[in-house]
């Protein structure tokens, strides 16, 4: 089992920055691609972005390219999302989510085994 936890939400301004992190306990998740998922109020959950369990492959969704960097340290059993110019469209509760076919690098959240409870982050206009 992997338990996934998640941090650093808040609340910033439109254009400001936030990075948040997912750390993983119960086994170490260097064999897992691991995602980040988000949902607003009244949508469905969407694809955010992915990373290898490597580190060297990673997959965003068009809306965030080049606004967000996922990355992770595999000793600490980390992910990061570092979020810049954050628009109000990107409020959401953000999820970090766990796939244990570590090359894959997909969308689809359900190959994703593992999820965390989520952080809140709202960017006001």
């Known amino acids: 089992q992997v338990q996934l936890v998640e941090s650093g939400g808040g609340l910033v301004q439109a254009g400001g920055s936030l990075r948040l992190s997912c750390a993983a306990s119960?086994?170490?998740?260097?064999?897992?691609?691991m995602g980040w998922f988000r949902q607003a109020p009244g949508k469905e959950r969407e694809f955010v972005a992915a990373?290898?369990?490597?580190?060297?492959?990673?997959n965003y969704a068009g809306s965030v390219k080049g606004r967000f960097t996922i990355s992770r340290d595999n000793a600490k059993n980390t992910v990061s999302l570092l979020m810049n110019n954050l628009q109000p469209e990107d409020t959401a509760v953000y999820y970090c989510?766990?796939?244990?076919?570590?090359?894959?690098?997909?969308?689809?959240?359900?190959?994703?085994?593992?999820w965390g409870q989520g952080t809140q982050v709202i960017v006001s206009s």
């Open positions: 119960g086994r170490t998740i260097d064999t897992y691609a």
């Open positions: 989510a766990a796939n244990p076919l570590g090359s894959r690098v997909t969308a689809a959240g359900g190959f994703y085994g593992y």
């Open positions: 990373i290898s369990s490597s580190g060297r492959s990673t």
